[in-house]
Every structure is written in C-alpha cells, then in structure tokens.
C-alpha cells in the first residue's frame, strides 16, 4: 500500500488521528445535519446509535429525533466508559468524534435505498427471486462494508479519544456500544410516543 493510500485510509478510518476539539465537533456537527436531509430524501431511519434502515414513511420529527439521540447516546455512553477507567478524556473530543464516526452509517442510506426490495413483511423478502434477489444479496454485502467501516471509525475515535488500551479499550468499547444502543432505543421511542 503505497503512501497517498495509506493517508486515504487513515482519513477514511481514522481523522481523529488529524483533527480534535472544536475542529471536530464542527466536522462532526456537518455529519449530523446531513443526516436530516439524507433521512428525509432516502426514506431512512436512525432510529437507534448504531442503527440504521429504509422505511419510506419518514418525518422531519422522527430522523431529527433519531439523530439527536442516538449521537447523544454514543456520545455520553463512551465518555462515561472512558471515565470508568479513569481516562483523560475531554467531552467535547468524545462529542465529535462521535458525531464524525457516523459518516459511513450516513453514506450507506445509499445503497440502502437503492437495492432496497419492494417488499414489506419477511414472507415476501422470502419469496423475492431472480433479479429482486441478486439486488437484495448485493445490497446487503455493500450495507455490511459500510457497516463495518462504521465500526472501524467508531472503535478508532474512542480509542484516540480516550488513550485506553488493551482489555480495558475493548472493554469500554463494548459497553459504550450496548449502553448506547439499549438507551437510544428506549428513548427514541419513548420520546416519539409521547410527542406523536
């Protein structure tokens, strides 16, 4: 891997390594607003911290609540994890770094949109067949590549952010990643139960 590829792949997986505080959380800042449009353009739901699906039937209500709290869900989750191992982490740091790792789960409503099978209970995704299948299969392995990015980016900005290293790293991780998404989970539907 030569030298300019190296330096696209950091920049794709690792910008944290570049950028910190207030430079962060205004590129991570960009990220979130873009998933507003791209929500409402693409008929995608946030609607959890490391979720993301095509419903169609979207409102500006539910991706602007989707967004805001599954962003804050990573974002105190992973602070209070880092601060469980008594790491010198800075919130703002934790904050966009959080919002910036979102890029690829932002990027992949794309694909999601496009290879996404006109079909609405799981009996009828069982029955697709011929070219409504190939587009499913192919779909989901390009979803499943911006997936894993996502994860990739998301590991590398707490493990910049917060200077944890081995099992203590993998440990705040985990629990970052679960305490966000159980917490985003019920608060999302918590708040659009009672406002809708």
Do not use: C
């Not at 944290?16 to 991570?28: E, V, Y």
């Not at 009996?123 to 779909?139: F, P, T």
Request: charged content about 15%; cysteine-free; hydrophobic content about 60%.
């Amino acid at each position: 891997m030569n030298e300019n590829r190296k330096s696209i792949f950091l920049w794709l997986t690792n910008p944290f390594h570049f950028w910190g505080g207030s430079k962060l959380l205004s590129a991570g800042t960009v990220v979130l607003l873009l998933h507003i449009p791209a929500g409402i353009l693409f008929g995608a739901r946030f609607d959890g911290a490391i979720d993301m699906h095509i419903s169609f039937d979207v409102s500006l209500l539910q991706v602007t609540t989707d967004v805001i709290i599954a962003w804050l869900s990573l974002t105190v989750s992973f602070y209070a994890a880092a601060k469980l191992f008594k790491a010198p982490v800075r919130f703002i740091d934790i904050a966009g770094a959080m919002a910036l790792a979102r890029l690829p789960l932002l990027l992949s409503v794309i694909p999601g949109y496009l290879f996404v099978p006109d079909a609405a209970t799981v009996e009828e995704i069982l029955a697709l067949e011929g070219i409504d299948l190939y587009l499913l299969i192919a779909g989901s392995v390009i979803i499943m590549a911006f997936v894993i990015w996502f994860f990739i980016a998301l590991f590398n900005a707490f493990k910049i952010n917060s200077n944890l290293k081995g099992w203590k790293l993998a440990t705040g991780f985990i629990l970052g990643v679960l305490v966000a998404e159980i917490v985003s989970l019920l608060l999302i539907r918590e708040v659009l139960s009672g406002i809708v």
